[in-house]
């Protein structure tokens, strides 16, 4: 996009799976009929009423996989809609499950298309979790090569699962490899090598049987041209291909998110600021640990 490199390149982000909180999306169902109606609407679809867990309920009950996704999911898309005029993006990107969030914000998904994409998600994932436990951990502190080389020489699964931001890569794998992955890292050098309360080895090869069944799914969904390019996770670059974004979005469950490299890619062609839209200010976070000069805020409701 170098015609619009010096312009006012706006870039909006979507948080995926550990941005939850009780009460999330309760002041979206309280804001507008709009709003409520989409909510009600997704309880249907769902065939519970995620809104009562997502108003009333704990961290415990959020932390549900089934519930987790369709609701940061939920209250992303719904917050997009809400911003109305203001919500004008010249691209986007979401972390993990994020990227149907920003599928559906740029017009790619339908709100009900992608409801149901990610229930079916959520719950391939916890179908493969629950055939092999599995988890993932956080380094801190070593830099992105030697993680991936430790990694490499272990004989579990073990592969790296989310490049956050520079000296943070979260990786993903077998409890026995993540165990020594862990021991390895911190004798080369790590600040820390912290296990995540997880229910499973996300964005790694155990998640195979998730994407043969979620394959399925995204084949016979229909989806349209976003308005915007969307960076995808798998390679960090910009698509707006249908077929290419379909493809991508199968390829990330088992795949790592590049969320460094997507971030330094838009930076690249012209973004200017970063809007997050959805609960919690995790990504903003991670954007200052990429370039600590670039404006980053939470989307917010206009009365």
Not at 46 to 68: A, H, P, S, W, Y
Not at 168 to 183: F, K, N, P, T
Request: net charge negative; glycine share 6%; hydrophobic share 40%.
């Amino acid at each position: 996009m170098p015609e619009r490199a010096l312009s006012n390149m706006k870039s909006y982000i979507f948080p995926g799976q550990g941005a939850q909180f009780p009460e999330m999306g309760k002041d979206l169902y309280n804001h507008s009929e709009a709003a409520r109606n989409l909510f009600e609407s997704a309880n249907e679809i769902l065939g519970f009423r995620i809104t009562d867990i997502m108003f009333e309920g704990n961290d415990e009950e959020l932390k549900q996989t089934n519930v987790t996704q369709p609701a940061i999911f939920l209250h992303s898309v719904i917050l997009a809609k809400e911003l109305k005029s203001e919500f004008q993006p010249d691209m986007v990107a979401g972390h993990s499950l994020g990227e149907f969030s920003a599928l559906v914000s740029a017009r790619a998904l339908s709100f009900e298309d992608g409801l149901r994409l990610v229930s079916a998600r959520a719950n391939a994932m916890q179908k493969a979790c629950e055939i092999r436990p599995s988890t993932m951990a956080a380094i801190l502190g070593l830099d992105d090569y030697t993680v991936e080389d430790i990694c490499a020489r272990i004989s579990d699964v073990v592969v790296p699962a989310n490049y956050n931001c520079p000296g943070q890569l979260v990786i993903s794998g077998s409890i026995e490899g993540i165990d020594r992955a862990c021991e390895l890292l911190m004798q080369a050098g790590a600040k820390r090598a912290i296990k995540l309360n997880v229910g499973g080895a996300f964005h790694s090869p155990l998640m195979e049987l998730a994407r043969v069944e979620l394959q399925s799914a995204i084949e016979n969904t229909e989806f349209n041209e976003p308005i915007c390019p969307i960076y995808q996770n798998i390679d960090a670059k910009p698509y707006t291909d249908v077929a290419n974004i379909k493809h991508n979005l199968i390829s990330q469950l088992t795949g790592a998110v590049r969320w460094t490299q997507t971030i330094e890619k838009m930076l690249h062609d012209g973004a200017t600021s970063f809007t997050e839209v959805g609960p919690g200010s995790v990504l903003q976070g991670l954007v200052k640990k990429v370039d600590r000069s670039i404006p980053a805020f939470s989307a917010e409701l206009l009365n």
